[in-house]
T-cell receptor
């Protein structure tokens, strides 16, 4: 079955530690995205990539970093510089940027204490 | 830049209708609609690419008024399965590549 996988589903970290969230897709999609969702809020774009070895900052990129070394993979690192990292993180992919349906992974709930 | 959705929440009885609106202050290229069940990932409903175009998904349809920079989602004869949070995503043309900006969501609860 084609789809997007994110791991782990739940992640707990101590303040001051960097943490990397995994996102893998086997849909052969060119574009991938990372969103952050806070309780009762919409989706805010962190980073996006339309091709391997290229990515762009979204609306709330500060304190986050990404890499796109393979078409299938788009890991997100939440650094210690992110002031309020506790949130639900969603990865998505699409055939291209813009007017294409985005497919979302199941999400990772990160709690930093 | 975030589109504004209204209402923020709506409670329906099964079989009733509802309208969710999405407004942007910027010119739009397209509008996407997604539904998210509690604790799950958002699921795509439809994309509207042209002004005035209407599309449908089951008994859920939508319109896009390009001039008014607005889109509306129509839930007709609502079913229990329609419960969830509905998000609109507005697409703008940008030099680095078009991207979506999502609204804050509209919570829909359909009761028996």
């Amino acid at each position: 079955d084609g789809g997007i996988t994110q791991s782990p589903k739940y992640l707990f970290r101590k303040e001051g530690q960097n943490v990397t969230l995994s996102c893998e897709q086997n849909l052969n999609h060119d574009a991938m995205y990372w969103y952050r969702q806070d309780p009762g809020q919409g989706l805010r774009l962190i980073y996006y990539s339309q091709i391997v070895n290229d990515f762009q900052k979204g609306d709330i990129a500060e304190g986050y970093s990404v890499s796109r070394e393979k078409k299938e993979s788009f890991p997100l690192t939440v650094t210690s510089a992110q002031k309020n990292p506790t949130a639900f993180y969603l990865c998505a992919s699409s055939m291209g940027l813009g007017s294409y349906e985005q497919y979302f992974g199941p999400g990772t709930r990160l709690t930093v204490t | 830049q975030q589109p504004v959705q209204s209402p923020q929440a709506v409670i329906l009885r099964e079989g009733e209708d509802a309208v969710i609106n999405c407004s942007s202050s910027k010119a739009l290229y397209s509008v996407h609609w997604y539904r998210q069940k509690h604790g799950e990932a958002p699921v795509f409903l439809m994309i509207l690419l042209k002004g005035g175009e209407q599309k449908g998904h089951e008994k859920i349809s939508a319109s896009f008024n390009e001039k008014k920079q607005q889109s509306s989602l129509y839930l007709t004869a609502s079913q229990l399965s329609y419960s969830g949070t509905y998000f609109c995503g507005t697409e703008r043309v940008e030099a680095a590549g078009n991207k979506l900006t999502f609204g804050g969501g509209t919570r829909v609860l359909v009761k028996p």
